[in-house]
């Protein structure tokens, strides 16, 4: 019975897929030169410059409502940009090095966020609109990095950092959007919009610029310099990162320029560790990760920002080899149960919570 389709209503819902189907092309075009010198036995240096250009199309459609159709959109781009880098290695002694780095990068927006479509969602009061004019983030990133080789198995490091991004990309989510508003993001198309209602209105847009600075330490050992053939088998790993960043450009719902917005995404403070045992047949993990709550979305205010919880995971896995072939593999993940969480604004203001 349950493949007679005869029993079975359907309902066409333009809304459910034609707003998130589009069309996209896109063409990168690169070229690239790199020089390698060795200036003596210690210091060498790694020399590059890279460009690129990319032309994107894309097609999206327009969803008037639940029920209707609007057309399709085309948008079309082309952009060409310069990556140049140089690094810089040290070799203190054979065991300790210090490197240096001046790198640039470029980071595209995903296709979806591109996609020149805008799907009205009346039943939600919501409208969810790609946004065509986004243009790639491009990073000037400032590396120092000391590392120092145990005689054994592992190293210990060191390293700060400094990046400055232009037209970083983060997801705007506005839960006051009003008819006026979207008059003035979309003059040309019909307003679903009542002028007594307030809908919620998500879009990708680019920022000024962000700076973002920190440090990182790392150390990975394994401890075979204990007594006895069982503690040999032991092994730590451990890295810890810290960023602060600060962003230009955040306008508020008046038009100011905000001044407490962090880049998107990026965690203050990053940890994990392991502590791991192995001989040639049996090894067993236990894996800690950590990372504080950070700024998700941003809204017209501080207090419609959206924020990603702080979270703690750990897992353990094992495996034993039974023969050359054959190994069995266990594992237990997310041992804390830790949720997934949104919060809006403060901590105390619970907007989304999920257990797995």
């Known amino acids: 019975q349950l493949n007679n389709p005869a029993l079975f209503e359907s309902e066409l819902d333009p ?10 092309k896109e063409n990168i075009y690169a070229g690239y030169v ?6 003596n036995n210690k210091l060498s240096m790694i020399l590059g410059f890279r460009i690129e250009n990319t032309n994107i199309d894309y097609t999206g459609n327009r969803v008037l409502d639940e029920e209707e159709l609007e057309g399709e959109i085309n948008t079309t781009n082309s952009y060409t ?27 595209r927006p995903d296709y979806y966020a591109l996609a020149p479509y805008v799907n009205n969602i009346a039943a939600d009061s919501e409208i969810q609109a790609g946004n065509p004019d986004l ?17 054994s198995v592992g190293l210990v490091s060191a390293g700060v ?34 002028v007594d209602e307030n809908w919620t209105f998500l879009q990708s847009r680019n920022g000024n610029s962000v700076d973002v600075y920190g440090f990182e330490v790392a150390f ?41 917005v962090s880049l998107p995404g990026t965690a203050p403070h990053m940890l994990n560790g392991s502590l791991f045992w ?24 501080a207090f419609k920002d959206s924020y990603y919880d702080k979270q703690f995971f750990l897992d353990l896995n094992a495996s034993y080899k039974i023969t ?20 809006q604004g403060i901590s105390s203001r619970t907007k989304q919570l999920e257990y797995y």
């Open 161 to 194: 950092f400094y990046k400055n991004l232009n037209d970083f990309i983060y997801t705007y989510s506005n839960n006051q959007y009003t008819a006026t508003d979207f008059a003035s993001d979309f003059p040309t198309q019909a307003n679903p919009i009542p």
């Open 278 to 301: 192995e001989n040639s047949k049996f090894s067993a993990r236990a894996s800690a990760n950590f990372a504080s709550d950070y700024l998700d979305e941003l809204g017209s205010d």
């Open 135 to 151: 243009d790639a983030t491009y990073s000037y990133n400032f590396d120092l990095m000391a590392e120092n080789y145990f005689k």
């Open 324 to 343: 050359q072939n054959i190994r069995i593999f266990a594992e237990a993940n997310n041992i804390t149960n830790q949720p997934l969480r949104y919060y």
């Open 81 to 107: 940009n310069i990556l140049p880098s140089v690094s810089f290695k040290y070799n203190v002694n054979e065991d300790f090095i210090l490197r240096a780095a001046f790198t640039t990068a470029l980071a």
């Open 220 to 260: 990975q050992r394994q401890l075979d310099f204990l007594p006895g053939k069982f503690l040999k088998g032991f092994g730590i790993y451990a890295n810890y990162t810290y960023t602060e960043s600060k962003a230009k450009g955040i306008a508020d719902e008046d038009g100011n320029e905000r001044k407490d």
């Open 15 to 24: 809304s459910e897929y034609l707003a998130v189907n589009y069309k996209a």
């Open 34 to 39: 790199r020089w390698d010198q060795d200036f």
